[in-house]
Every structure is written in C-alpha cells, then in structure tokens.
Nanobody
C-alpha cells in the first residue's frame, strides 16, 4: 500500500536530540516535496521543515539552527534531525508528501500523510 511511516520519536530531556524518519512505501519520494508538521496540545498544526525537489531545505524560524531535514532517495526516506530540543518542541510530528517540487503549499495539496509520532521534551 502507499503510505508514509514515521519513526524515531520518544521522550528526551531538554537539550537532547532525536532523529525522525519518514519512510515511504508504494511510491517514490524522490518526485515529492516532503514537509514535516507538528501539532502541540491545544495548538494548531504548524509546518516545521520542508525539502522540495530542488533539495534545498526550508525551516520555520522557531527551529532554524536546531533542526535539519534531509532525504535519502536510495532508502526512500526523509529525516528530521532535531538538536537542542526544547519543551516547546513537544508535539505530534507528521510528515507529508506532495507531488512536485514546491514546499510550503496548502495542506490539502499534500497527497500522503503519516499517522504522526509523539515527541516529548521534558526533564
């Protein structure tokens, strides 16, 4: 089946690091723009980072300098390396894929969504 599966979440102390993975099955990520979203309790879902067909990553201001998005086309997987995590990073993280090269497009345009994975930053 065609799906995205996130992995790598969990509980980490402030200042720690996690690497999230978004693995595609049933389709090829290489021709899709991939964007990570997150939704914290009581807050709206927000974009975090995106990598488009150009390979140039883009980040929301709140995570610049701390998060890095990369893709490994051979593994059909996109990663989100999260360093210096803060309590405000606590959220359910989702990856989404949109066919084409552009990032930061309206959410309905995304063709596939992962089920989400919990990241909790707490001491």
């Amino acid at each position: 089946q065609q799906q995205l599966v996130e992995s790598g979440g969990g509980l980490v102390e402030p200042g720690g690091s996690l690497r999230l993975s978004c693995a595609a099955s049933g389709f090829t990520l290489e021709i899709y723009a991939i964007r990570w979203f997150r939704q914290a309790p009581g807050k709206e879902r927000e974009g975090v980072a995106c990598i488009g067909g150009s390979g140039s990553p883009k980040y929301e201001d709140s995570v610049k300098g701390r998060f890095t998005i990369t893709r490994d086309n051979a593994k059909n997987t996109v990663y989100l390396q999260m360093n210096n995590l803060k309590p405000e990073d606590t959220a359910v993280y989702y990856c989404a894929a949109a066919r084409g090269p552009m990032c930061f497009i309206p959410e309905p345009v995304y063709d596939y969504w992962g089920q989400g994975i919990q990241v909790t930053v707490s001491s």
